[in-house]
């Protein structure tokens, strides 16, 4: 099994995922353990003195002002998990959990928040263990960090709270870790506020949503193509030195992968040949690679930040080289919420364009040939009526989840915490629109294979020819009476998330960007 060694100057994308959805195994750098001890020895020193150092012998939030007694530090951290270990509503995903802690482990393993290595190595062992603490949809703000869902996994590391455990079943944390051999960790002065204090739900959910559009946005470049192909557009568009005189990066690479998608069709330009040529085509169609490649350019700008945010220590107070320790705020969620918000803007446009195209296929006045809603007999049959129904549904919750989330704030904890970023509920939100794009392309692959199907007499290109064989061996049926659409429909969902329509069009055209 692929193990990913978490040393002091944080991760990559890769291993995240790797953790997340891979069960990665995790390991301690020799450097990390030095690191940990050495912040630990900085952190010992001041909570042994008698002036007051925020998170090591102070309250928290608007309670900074009261000095604790060292015999009431270890209750002290204990509480804070025990209090803010507050979440509600439904459980969070596994692979969501599982990149939380592992991205709050990198932080602790920089050697800046002050925890002991034995903490850290028990961070480790919970998450080698396939041991998910149970964390609820609603309790961050982004701001201080991701307070409640962190909560609930440093509740879980002290044998509290609720936990899965590697066979699916949810149980009481204490026996899950004493089933593995793992014992509860007692927590020690800024121990309980260094696990809280972080932006890694928020992150995770940040590289794992970069991931999946990475995908679709291919997907979607070749869906736009075969629609092109099936209304009989012209590929003109696509040439290479009309994106150089506009020469955005994502606009270049998504009219590359349409018109290697389309090279060798006989389909396209055929509107040449009709008693009432086409000058040029819909906006849907023409300017495809312009509104996918600005989405491609902003997940572009999203990976720059999670990747900064991934070599950062997020905690507050931090532990400096230096031997101070000093309050920050370095947890505000802003970069990461702005860049979440922004890509579910940018899915909402790609969706909404996917729709368009598809109507369009489905509109005889539109379609230059093609039979209405692409039914087999139409009046007795209703075809794909009701399919663009569905994808107009989602459509619709895409621009309702495009709503940014870090517009807004709601002051805590006293006006002390007063603007926070909202980056957790961006997250979420971001979550089901690639859910909801990963459905809207499909559903404009089902329409656009039946349609080139429908071309009877015209060849399409080799690629499209792909991209319909594996589609019907994988269970998307193609034209003919009316039958139960469902079925189809989940079949070119699953299709498209699998990653399974990119791979059979690369097979014929080579690696598509």
Not at 116 to 144: F, K
Not at 346 to 365: C, F, P, Q, V, W
Not at 432 to 441: E, F, G, M, Q, Y
Request: charged share 20%.
């Amino acid at each position: 099994m692929h193990t990913v060694v978490v040393g002091t100057s944080g991760t990559t994308a890769e291993d995240v995922i790797a953790v997340a959805r891979g069960n990665a195994r995790v390991e301690l750098s020799g450097e990390a353990l030095d690191a940990l001890a050495r912040s630990r020895e900085i952190v010992d020193a001041l909570a042994a003195k008698p002036e007051p150092v925020y998170g090591v012998s102070t309250g928290f939030g608007a309670l900074a002002s009261r000095h604790i007694s060292p015999e009431l530090r270890a209750q002290l951290q204990r509480n804070i998990v025990r209090s803010h270990a507050a979440g509600m509503g439904p459980r969070v995903e596994r692979e969501v959990v599982r990149a939380l802690m592992f991205l709050r482990l990198k932080t602790v393993a920089s050697g800046h928040t002050g925890v002991r290595p034995s903490v850290a190595q028990t961070m480790v062992d919970v998450l080698n263990a396939g041991i998910t603490p149970v964390v609820h949809e609603y309790g961050s703000l982004g701001c201080s960090g991701d307070l409640a869902p962190l909560s609930h996994c440093a509740l879980a590391l002290m044998g509290e709270g609720d936990a899965e455990g590697p066979d699916g079943t949810v149980r009481p944390a204490g026996e899950l870790l004493a089933e593995a051999g793992i014992e509860p960790v007692e927590l020690r002065e800024k121990e309980g506020l260094a696990l809280l204090n972080g932006t890694d739900g928020m992150l995770g959910m940040l590289v794992m949503a970069l991931a999946d559009l990475g995908k679709l946005y291919t997907a979607a470049d070749i869906t736009a193509a075969l629609t092109l192909e099936a209304l009989l557009g012209t590929e003109k568009v696509l040439q290479p030195e009309l994106h150089a005189i506009r020469p955005h990066p994502g606009q270049g690479a998504s009219a590359a992968n349409m018109a290697a998608v389309l090279k060798g069709s006989g389909l396209v330009r055929h509107y040449q040949e009709e008693t009432a040529p086409r000058v040029q085509d819909a906006y849907s169609v023409r300017c495809a690679p312009q509104v996918a490649g600005a989405g491609r350019d902003t997940m572009a700008h999203a990976a720059l930040v999670a990747s900064r945010e991934l070599a950062a220590a997020v905690d507050n107070p931090v532990v400096l080289p230096d031997g101070r320790v000093e309050s920050n705020g370095n947890f505000h969620g802003a970069p990461v919420a702005y860049v979440l918000d922004f890509l579910a803007i940018a899915a909402a446009d790609l969706g909404s364009i996917a729709e368009r195209r598809t109507d369009r296929l489905l509109d005889k006045n539109r379609s230059h040939g093609l039979p209405p809603f692409l039914a087999d007999d139409a009046g007795v049959d209703s075809g794909l009526m009701i399919a663009q129904y569905t994808q107009a549904a989602l459509v619709s919750e895409m621009k309702r989840l495009a709503v940014p989330a870090s517009a807004d704030s709601i002051p805590s904890s006293a006006m002390q915490e007063d603007h926070v970023s909202m980056g957790w509920s961006a997250a979420r939100k971001l979550r089901t629109a690639v859910d909801n794009l990963t459905r809207i392309i499909a559903i404009e692959l089902y329409a656009a294979t039946r349609a080139i199907e429908l071309r009877h007499g015209l060849t399409p290109a080799p690629a499209s020819r792909a991209a319909i064989t594996a589609a019907r061996a994988a269970g998307v049926q193609g034209p003919g009476p009316d039958r139960f659409l469902a079925p189809d429909l989940a079949a070119a969902d699953e299709f498209i998330r699998t990653g399974a329509l990119v791979d059979a069009v690369e097979g014929v055209t080579g690696p598509l960007a």
